[in-house]
């Protein structure tokens, strides 16, 4: 994401690919990254290139410790300088998906919150049936809620109606920096995965 990120933003997941992976567009329809996670690890970890060529990595994502329902997921640049973290909220996150974003110092930045804890389960559950599931994209959508550090609504990330259920869109509702964007994206990336595994 070298450039000046401008919204919405879109994740787009590639259907059928072997490893979970998606593209990410800004307001234009622009590629500003692409992000693939490795298979078969045991800490979950995600690379984020800069296009889908995945000539140029820009961005690691690694679980800090062995999976469990607190672990967190660390940002950092090619280069490995730390950018921030994500964590999610242990038990909380059972019924009502819950995680927070840590900036460069560990000082909570926003908190992403499921606006809608019924439509995740209704999501998760019509999917897994056989021939209906191919649709259910159309009808439960789960939205997340992103507050600020006061509690302050700043931006809405929806998951769209759409063939199978693979796309998202974040929108901005406050004037961020290009840091916090840059950590609420690939908070927000983390966490798409992490949601798509719970089901």
Known sequence: MKSKISFPVTFEFKVLALSP????????????????QKLFKLKEAITVFENSSQAAALYKI?????????????????????????GRKGARSL???TYDIFDDHDKPEF?????????KVMD???????????????????????TD????????????ASFLGTKFRLDSTADLSEDEKERLI??????????????
């Open 95 to 97: 019924w009502k998906a």
């Open 111 to 119: 908190r992403v919150e499921e606006a809608n804890a019924f439509a």
């Open 186 to 199: 690939l908070g927000l990336m983390m966490m798409v995965f992490l949601e798509k595994q719970r089901g």
């Open 21 to 36: 992976q998606f593209s990410v567009r800004d307001n234009k329809g622009e590629e500003i990254a692409y992000v693939k």
């Open 62 to 86: 690694n679980a800090n410790q062995w999976i469990d329902w607190s672990a967190s997921y660390v940002f950092t640049e090619a280069d490995g300088k730390t950018l921030g973290r994500m």
């Open 149 to 160: 550090s006061s509690g302050q609504i700043v931006g809405v990330f929806t998951k769209e």
């Open 124 to 146: 998760g559950l019509f999917s897994q049936v056989p021939i209906l599931g191919l649709f259910t994209g159309y009808v439960f959508n789960p939205k997340y809620n992103v």
